[in-house]
């Protein structure tokens, strides 16, 4: 017995680490990819960035989900939620104050709002099918495809007749193109190693919280709330934090509604279709209406003057942590 927690923290450790360095890898491939392909920082945060930061969740709690621990699946996609809404974007507020731009309060806050919305009423007869699975993986697949094609229209908009020198500018577009076709290549190649190290991450994250839980008598849903969430949003935490230190404040708020939309719609989504999530007579109410008001304040301060203030992040930490107090008293 004395061995297990030493054994589960390094394993925790090792699939942290793994799950770190792929969620970097493949957000790096993905990014570099989407812009040699000119898709605009807005919509590289909204789906490109999201869909990767969003790699480690999806891997860790599919992997509990084949593994029948689905209220860590569950609890983690509520815990990397708030996290991401509260924690994350008050940290870089704190740093910088976020710019938000005002399409995303148009079109991206109200899908915000239904992700949430979704959860309680999904669990409503304590369960999550397999056929309620499909439909939010439904749902995910659709937001991106509006998203991209929206930006699609409106960069075609934008576009205007150029007075450029013919010759030149078919010179510069041909360089252009080989350097693009090179950063292309070893963008894929990135983000299949990034794949590889998330889910051999996942599967040492799992089992190691397992393990711990187990030692230490923490809930299956508190785990996936606290260790697992927090871990998996890692990556998010890091671009979010290297984006405002670099100055583009823009890509934060993009990031964090994408990798929400995504962490509800196409992860809880893809864990019911493998494994249905029941609560039954367990359902923990806060968790819900923690995250609901987490979820109405960040938008609330997006709303007001379009810019996260520093006191505003201070306020979103501060709620994180009340939410994590009130979900582990009740």
């Given at each position: 017995m004395g061995f297990e927690t030493p054994i589960a923290i390094a394993r925790l450790v090792i699939g942290l680490?793994?799950?770190?360095?792929?969620?970097?890898?493949?957000?790096?491939?993905?990014?570099?990819l989407a812009r040699t392909l000119g898709i605009s920082p807005l919509v590289i945060g909204l789906t490109v960035m999201a869909y990767g930061t969003s790699a480690p969740e999806l891997a860790v709690s599919t992997e509990a989900a084949v593994g029948h621990l689905t209220p860590v699946a569950l609890g983690n996609v509520i815990g990397a939620c708030?996290?991401?809404?509260?924690?994350?974007?008050?940290?870089?507020?704190?740093?910088?104050?976020?710019?938000v731009e005002g399409r995303i309060i148009r079109r991206e806050a109200p899908a915000l709002l239904l992700s949430v919305v979704a959860i309680p009423i999904t669990l409503y007869d304590g369960e999550i099918t397999r056929t309620e699975g499909l439909i939010m993986v439904g749902c995910a697949v659709a937001f991106t495809v509006v998203t991209l094609t929206v930006s699609a229209m409106g960069e075609r908009r934008e576009d205007a007749p150029s007075g450029s020198h013919p010759a030149i500018t078919g010179s510069h577009a041909a360089i252009a193109d080989r350097r693009n076709e090179g950063s292309r290549i070893v963008a894929l190649v990135l983000s299949a190693v990034g794949v590889f190290l998330i889910v051999a991450g996942s599967e040492q994250f799992v089992g190691g919280a397992r393990r711990l839980a187990g030692e230490w008598g923490i809930s299956e849903r508190m785990l996936g709330m606290t260790i697992v969430a927090l871990g998996t949003s890692m990556p998010e935490l890091l671009t979010s934090v290297l984006a405002a230190w670099k100055g583009e404040q823009r890509l934060t708020a993009g990031t964090v509604i994408g990798s929400n939309l995504l962490n509800v719609f196409l992860v809880l989504g893809m864990v019911a279709y493998l494994n249905p999530v029941k609560v039954g007579e367990r359902m923990h109410p806060v968790d819900a209406i923690g995250l609901g008001a987490l979820t109405i304040l960040a938008v609330v301060f997006m709303r007001g003057s379009r810019k996260v203030t520093r006191v505003e992040g201070a306020i979103l930490v501060a709620g994180y942590v009340a939410f994590l107090v009130a979900a582990a008293i009740f």
């Open positions: 680490a793994l799950l770190f360095a792929g969620g970097l890898a493949l957000l790096r491939g993905s990014t570099t708030a996290a991401n809404i509260s924690l994350i974007l008050g940290i870089t507020a704190l740093i910088t104050p976020q710019i």
